[in-house]
């Protein structure tokens, strides 16, 4: 049987979604610290890249010029990064459940990637205090020591993108999956809400 018609594990999936300084590295690390469930974040997935490979190269042939990389090599990237996840059984796809933060980006990875995963729950991280998210941007920025990103130009240039890219892959999705957390709350009770939507989805 070819590959292509083989059948395929989905992994179980939770997305995280919310504009830049909505919390969703935060949360996603925090449940990545519980056995069962895996953190992948996309920048995570684009730093682990080994740049003299075939796809590395690739990777830098469309960063170097300032373009965006194409869908399919951008969810390629990704599906080597959880490969080796499975690989080193850091990622075991029977058991545990897989927390992506930041990728789909948009509606064409989001249908690429609906041959790998099976989306659980999606939850949206709201904060409508602007001046909020504009502060945690900021800090986040000086603690990485990435200082172009503390420039409020560049974070409302990234909200506009998700607002136009992001944003609408919401809709591609089961309203009924899709639960609206409050992420001006604290920490813990961000938390604590999506885990218990999560024992929801579960039992």
């Known amino acids: 049987m070819s590959e292509t018609n083989a059948p395929r594990l989905r992994y179980k999936t939770l997305l995280l979604f919310g504009a830049p300084g909505a919390g969703k590295g935060t949360v996603g690390k925090s449940l990545g610290a519980i056995p069962g469930f895996i953190h992948v974040a996309c920048g995570d997935v684009f730093r682990s890249l080994d740049m ?11 960063s170097s010029q300032g373009l965006l990389v194409p869908d399919d090599v951008s969810i390629q990237l ?15 796809p029977e058991r545990d459940f897989l927390i992506l933060d930041g990728i789909p980006r948009n509606k064409a990875q989001a249908e690429i990637m609906d041959h790998y995963i099976d989306v659980q729950r999606v939850f949206h991280l709201i904060c409508s205090d602007e001046t909020l998210m504009i502060q945690r941007l900021r800090r986040r920025a000086l603690k990485e020591n990435r200082l172009d990103d503390a420039s ?28 609206q957390v409050d992420a001006i709350a604290s920490p813990v009770k961000v938390l604590y809400d999506i885990l218990g939507s999560i024992l929801e989805t579960s039992s």
């Open 52 to 62: 003299g490979s075939s796809i590395g190269n690739t990777f830098v042939e469309y």
């Open 152 to 179: 409020e130009e560049v974070i409302r240039r990234r909200w506009k993108v998700y607002e136009e890219d992001s944003r609408p892959v919401l809709a591609h999705y089961p309203a009924e999956k899709v639960m």
């Open 78 to 92: 990704w599906k080597e990064f959880i490969d080796g996840l499975v690989g080193m059984h850091r990622f075991v």
